[in-house]
């Protein structure tokens, strides 16, 4: 089973920065090169709705941000060590949530979570004001 683990999370103050890791492994990978993986950041935050935030093309040739996180948030990934990042800076209260990791075999970057066929269980941000 392919699995997604999350992990950086915690809690941070108003304009503190945080880089989140999301480490892939499972028995899919073996068959496929982790680098034509579709990587994505989604969060929801309390009382919430699950929202896009940060997503790669499979080939990392496109980059796509949520209005709110683009120019503090940046989204990147090791193929080789089959994880994705999401470096935040300038946080604030509203990005408070649980974020988590997803990718897709070939996705295009997809901002709608049904572009997404695994999935993390998520890791905490919180951010004090």
């Known amino acids: 089973q392919v699995q997604l683990v999350e992990s950086g999370g915690g809690l941070v103050q108003a304009g503190a920065s945080l880089r989140l890791s999301c480490k892939a492994s499972?028995?899919?990978?073996?068959?496929?090169?982790?680098?034509?993986?579709?990587t994505a950041w989604f969060r929801q935050g309390p009382g919430k709705e699950r929202e896009f935030v940060a997503a790669?093309?499979?080939?990392?040739?496109?980059?796509y941000y949520a209005a709110s996180v683009k120019g503090r948030f940046t989204i990147s990934r090791d193929d080789a060590k089959r994880m994705v990042f999401l470096q935040m800076n300038h946080l604030n209260s509203e990005d408070t949530a649980v974020y988590l990791c997803?990718?897709?075999?070939?996705?295009?970057?997809?901002?709608?979570?049904?572009?997404?066929?695994?999935w993390g269980q998520g890791t905490q941000v919180t951010v004090s004001s």
């Open positions: 997803a990718v897709h075999w070939l996705g295009d970057g997809s901002e709608f979570a049904s572009g997404y066929e695994h």
């Open positions: 499972g028995g899919t990978f073996s068959g496929r090169t982790f680098g034509h993986y579709a």
């Open positions: 790669t093309n499979w080939n990392t040739s496109k980059f």
